[in-house]
């Protein structure tokens, strides 16, 4: 089935110190893909809607210049957080839809970045 | 906006069936979902069902939606301690990406 590859699984890292978590998809092309985060013990957050080839769409309330989106093919996205702290640590999961499926086809997820800031 | 709504715990004992609940208030959606994640782990597509459908079995999991009510439930028959996990339902209202409920925490005690 579709595989979806999410790079690192695990990042602790300084105060101030900016990183970049890829997401794959392995077998199959996406031209969208997604970026959720989850706080301990919650739902998933829908961050952003990654495009490829175009400008990601971000939801309200989540700061364009702080977690910035690239989609430069149909096979990765990245999600950069830039001069993170404390408070951006999170878990953060991204997800990609066939590009040959509908726009109501499954989502297949990553298995998920624990970014833990100190 | 779209509300979908899980109770947060639910524990039972090795062997006995599991029914986890969800409510949504989007009645677009064509498709509801079941996902499932273990801990520090990425979310797992368990199945999904097709709107028009009242029912889905796929081996040990039953999936039952009642349009009228906005009810979604999954049973897992013979649940295993494997099956410990946090298990989310999810639709696609009109916008084009998931919208998950709060997730259920199946806690299987042997």
């Known amino acids: 089935g579709a595989v979806v590859s999410q790079h690192p699984s695990r990042v602790i890292c300084k105060s101030g110190t900016s990183v970049k978590i890829e997401c794959r998809s392995l077998?199959?092309?996406?031209?969208?893909m997604f970026w959720y985060r989850q706080f301990p013990k919650k739902s998933l957050m829908l961050m952003a809607t990654?495009?490829?080839?175009?400008?990601?769409?971000?939801e309200q309330g989540v700061e364009k210049d702080k977690f910035l989106i690239n989609h430069a093919s149909l096979t990765l996205s990245t999600l950069t957080v830039t001069s993170a702290h404390p408070e951006d640590s999170s878990f953060y999961i991204c997800?990609?839809?066939?590009?040959?499926?509908?726009?109501?086809?499954?989502?297949?997820f990553g298995d998920g970045t624990r970014l833990s800031i100190l | 906006g779209e509300d979908v709504e899980q109770s947060l715990f639910l524990s039972v004992r090795e062997g006995d069936s599991s029914v986890i609940n969800c409510t949504y208030t989007?009645?677009?959606?064509?498709?509801l979902y079941w996902y499932k994640q273990e801990p520090g782990a990425g979310l797992q597509l368990l199945t999904y069902?097709?709107?028009?459908?009242d029912m889905k079995q796929d081996q040990r999991l039953t999936v039952l939606l009642n349009k009228k009510d906005k009810h979604l439930s999954l049973r897992i028959a013979d649940t295993q301690t494997g099956d410990s996990a946090i298990y989310f339902c999810?639709?696609?209202?009109?916008?084009?990406?998931?919208?998950f409920g709060t997730g259920t925490r199946l806690t299987v005690i042997p």
């Open positions: 069902i097709f709107s028009n459908m």
């Open positions: 989007d009645s677009s959606s064509t498709y």
């Open positions: 077998d199959f092309q996406a031209t969208t």
């Open positions: 990654s495009n490829e080839g175009s400008k990601a769409t971000y």
């Open positions: 997800s990609a839809r066939d590009v040959t499926g509908k726009s109501n086809q499954p989502q297949h």
């Open positions: 999810a639709e696609i209202p009109g916008a084009n990406n998931l919208f």
